[in-house]
């Protein structure tokens, strides 16, 4: 026919959208044509069909039997983009063609893209993907960073070494963001010592445009061509810029497009420049004085706060705010004790920093933690915000986090879903009725469906392990020995995330005597395998890191704990799906939520950890397993030793004998039922479909609703 495209046209087109991350058909058609260069390619197919032309991928589809498969593809997505039924059509409809604008300083959204550096982007990701698929009018503002964050090696005396590589524009889905005139839009924020600008680029995340500012323009200075280069990379000084450029230069962005946002979200206090921004609009635009501004833009703004430790908020000394937001307070008709104020605590109290956490609360009427226990946390962090009022009434609420199940669920898994589950379940993910079919599924169909999703991440981990070594120029018998660690019948734990000390990820090590037992008994041996970046200043989580990588080279935990080197959106994918068990053990009450725990519910991976964050309010005595009872303790050695003793007990008393307490078929049947019961009870709490559903109704629409929902 006439109108049909090529199938190069066809994968072009959702190449250029990353919604196929998310679509786990479409990734493995992706590594049918290639699944060599798929993997060395980062999973990129922008570059993929840079080497396969029209007539090579033809004859490529034809003896791989993928036309088909790519015509549904292409089916489905353009039935995605068409779609008008959704949640958000019908609950979301007060925000009408004025979208929410949801500010963040990292995006995690695929492997190809890495400019996040954890969980915060992960989750900025994630939320992008639910507001797609729920159909959310949203527009997302980031940072397009050219370096990212680094890459990790370990070197052979376990140090971690950082690389960078450079995102390269005409190798991923990023196009320029066009104004009115059709060309590129270029923003300017004014300082003190001259203007930044930036150009600004669109990446397409589903139905939700991704705007990412760029301050590697000719016009600028070289050290302000180079600010966006790298993700919390330099001093003060870049972080000022950044925010301010993220912030400041994000609203005149969406003006730029000719987009009102009904509401603007920041997620973290990184943005929260965005709401002084909008402040000098309302004055500029519509007349106002600055309180009047003021309220009417804290009536539309939501801020997520994400840091439960005093040292995570970011503060700046009068010169650095003066120097950089100075022409915006003057715009507003600040002095400089009326700019900083609005960034302090007290603001008569002329030694207190300028605190971009205490701004965003000023400058928001809704405000929420990530979890319950994160709330009371927060209350309690700051209750001198608010001193007339009772810490329990303080205007912090808590929307817990969740994760995107079609990012972070196994196509196995799926499969068997898809099967038991009522029809259309992927839409109503959020709902407890979808997930009781789950009882139905055969113990031995889950078990088996778990090994082999296990024995996949062992092969993965061991040719991981073999290129570690072999570029560290380790022997051949060495090397040869890789090719046979981790046992795939051995009770497998995961732990991988950023190694920031009080995630204590060498808490496991601390007596050494009762692991090397666990590790080497040879009828219910227990295994680990870790992954984890740490920031590049933060020598201390280094050197945990390195007491890890060590403890890998050395009798008798060679082979039965590894360490993965350059955790990404990739391996976690891995480790989530084919892991036993999910160790996380922070100092509580540091974690605000966490969110690979989450990740690995719907995986039937059992969660073991500390009752903090999403676990302290999840754990239900049999969906998984609770280190200690919740207790902390002012003295952190303290509270590290107990914690420590809580893991050994509850790894030799609960979960080795639950995982080799076998039936006459070999299987752990107990063990299944708890997989099941942690799918059934936590699978419809701490999802993104859910968390997306609680932002809208409980924040978005208020905030939309704007003066109407407020006090005369
Ligand atoms: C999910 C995820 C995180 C966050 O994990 P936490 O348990 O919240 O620390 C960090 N990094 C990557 C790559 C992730 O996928």
């Not at 353009?78 to 063609?97: C, F, I, P, R």
């Not at 196994?410 to 709902?431: F, H, N």
């Not at 200043?537 to 009798?555: C, M, N, S, V, W």
Request: charged content about 25%; aromatic content about 8%.
């Amino acid at each position: 026919m006439a109108d049909e495209k090529s199938l190069h046209q066809k994968l072009t087109e959702i190449s250029g959208n990353l919604w196929w991350s998310w679509q786990p058909e479409i990734s493995e058609t992706f590594r049918q044509i290639d699944p060599a260069r798929w993997s060395e390619l980062m999973h990129n197919p922008v570059l993929l069909l840079k080497e396969y032309n029209a007539d090579r991928l033809e004859e490529r589809a034809t003896e791989m039997v993928l036309h088909s498969k790519i015509h549904a593809a292409y089916r489905r997505w353009n039935e995605y983009m068409d779609s008008k039924d959704t949640w958000g059509q019908t609950h979301a409809d007060v925000l009408g063609y004025k979208p929410v604008a949801y500010f963040s300083a990292e995006f995690g959204i695929h492997e190809s893209l890495p400019i996040y550096s954890g969980g915060l982007g992960v989750l900025a990701g994630d939320h992008l993907k639910s507001a797609s698929d729920l159909g959310i009018p949203l527009v997302a503002i980031g940072l397009f960073y050219k370096e990212g964050y680094f890459s990790q090696r370990i070197d052979e005396n376990g140090w971690q070494q950082e690389t960078y590589n450079e995102n390269v524009i005409a190798d991923l889905p990023i196009r320029p963001a066009t104004g009115k005139d059709g060309k590129q839009i270029e923003v300017s924020v004014e300082t003190r010592s001259g203007a930044i600008f930036a150009r600004v680029w669109n990446v397409q995340v589903g139905r939700i445009p991704l705007y990412l500012l760029d301050t590697n323009v000719e016009k600028n200075s070289e050290e302000i061509r180079s600010l966006t280069s790298r993700l919390y990379g330099g001093d003060h000084r870049t972080r000022i810029r950044q925010e301010a450029v993220l912030g400041i230069g994000g609203v005149r962005v969406l003006d730029a497009l000719g987009i009102e946002p009904s509401v603007i979200h920041m997620n973290e206090g990184h943005s929260a420049f965005a709401a002084l921004d909008i402040i000098r609009h309302k004055m500029h635009d519509d007349g106002l004085s600055f309180h009047d501004a003021l309220r009417e833009t804290a009536a539309m703004s939501v801020f997520t706060t994400h840091t439960p430790v005093p040292a995570g908020h970011d503060r700046f000394d009068g010169g650095i705010l003066n120097e950089h937001v100075g022409p915006l307070g003057d715009q507003l008709g600040l002095n400089h004790e009326g700019l900083m104020g609005l960034g302090r605590v007290n603001p008569q109290d002329h030694g207190e920093s300028f605190c971009m956490t205490v701004l965003a609360f000023k400058l928001s009427r809704h405000a929420n933690a990530v979890s319950n226990l994160h709330g009371v946390v927060s209350r309690r962090m700051w209750s001198n915000l608010w001193p007339w009022q009772a810490e329990d009434e303080l205007p912090i609420g808590h929307i817990t986090n969740g994760i995107h199940v079609g990012t972070w669920l196994a196509s196995q898994m799926r499969a068997i879903y898809d099967r038991v589950l009522p029809e259309k379940w992927s839409l109503r993910t959020g709902e407890p009725e979808i997930w009781q079919k789950v009882e139905d599924v055969s113990p031995s169909e889950l078990w088996e469906t778990h090994q082999t999703l296990k024995h996949r991440l062992i092969v993965y981990a061991r040719t991981r392990l073999t290129k570690q070594a072999k570029r560290r120029g380790a022997s051949a018998e060495v090397i040869a020995q890789l090719s046979k660690v981790l046992d795939p019948f051995a009770l497998t734990v995961g732990f991988a995330r950023r190694f920031a000390p009080y995630k204590r990820a060498d808490l496991f090590m601390r007596d050494m005597e009762t692991l090397a037992e666990l590790i080497t008994n040879s009828k219910r041996p227990i295994q680990f395998v870790f992954a984890g970046k740490s920031h590049p200043a933060d020598d201390h989580g280094k050197a945990i890191a390195q007491r890890i990588y060590k403890l890998t080279q050395q009798e008798p935990f060679k082979g039965r704990v590894v360490f993965l080197e350059d955790y990404d959106i990739n391996l976690g994918r891995h480790l989530v799906q084919g892991v036993d068990v999910w160790l996380n053990n922070p100092r509580r009450p540091l974690e605000a939520s966490g969110t690979s725990g989450q990740k690995v519910v719907l995986n039937g991976v059992l969660n073991c950890s500390i009752l903090d964050g999403w676990w302290a309010e999840a754990f239900d005595g049999k969906n998984g397993f609770a280190i200690g009872s919740g207790r902390t303790h002012v003295n952190s050695d303290v509270q590290d030793d107990r914690d420590a003793k809580n893991l050994v007990q509850v790894l030799t008393n609960e979960v080795i004998p639950l995982y080799y307490d076998r039936d006459h078929d070999d299987l752990p049947q107990e063990w299944i039922r708890r997989m099941k019961r942690g799918v059934r009870t936590l699978g419809w709490r701490f999802n993104a479909d859910r968390m997306v559903m609680d932002y809208v109704k409980n924040t978005y629409v208020p905030a939309a609703g704007g003066l109407s929902c407020e006090m005369p």
